[in-house]
C-alpha cells in the first residue's frame, strides 16, 4: 500500500472500489478493501514465521533426544546413531523446505506488488 500511494498519490486509492460500484456503498466496500489488502501481507508473514518455527523447533526436540540417549548408555547409543541419520535426513528436508519457501515468498511479494502497481 505504501508503494502505491508513493507512486500514484491518492488515487490509488481508488483501485480499492471496484468499477461500477454503487456511491452510497463506497464507505463501506473502501474500508474492507483496505483490510484484505492488509491482511495479504500479514497472513504471509505469519505462514512464513509458523513454517521457520516448526522446522527448527522439530530439529531442537529431535537434538536433545539424541543428546540424552548418547548420555543414557550403550544401549541407547546405537538408537541414538539411527536418530542421527533421521536428523540427517530432517536437516536436508528443512533446507529443501526452505528453499520452497524463499520461492513461494518471492511469487507472492511479486504478485501483491504487480497488483499495487
Do not use: D, W
Amino acid at each position: 500500500m505504501l508503494v502505491g500511494t508513493t507512486l500514484f498519490g491518492t488515487s490509488f486509492l481508488g483501485s480499492f472500489i471496484p468499477k461500477g460500484t454503487p456511491l452510497a456503498l463506497t464507505p463501506i466496500l473502501a474500508p474492507i478493501e483496505i483490510v484484505s489488502y492488509s491482511a495479504r501481507a500479514f497472513s504471509l508473514g505469519i505462514r512464513l514465521f509458523s513454517n521457520i518455527l516448526a522446522g527448527h523447533t522439530l530439529l531442537a526436540i529431535l537434538s536433545g533426544f539424541i543428546l540424552a540417549g548418547i548420555e543414557s548408555g550403550l544401549g541407547v547409543i546405537i538408537l541414538s546413531c539411527l536418530a542421527s541419520v533421521v536428523f540427517s535426513l530432517l536437516v536436508v528436508l528443512e533446507i529443501a523446505v526452505s528453499g520452497i519457501q524463499s520461492y513461494v515468498f518471492g511469487v507472492l511479494v511479486g504478485s501483491y506488488i504487480e497488483g499495487t502497481v
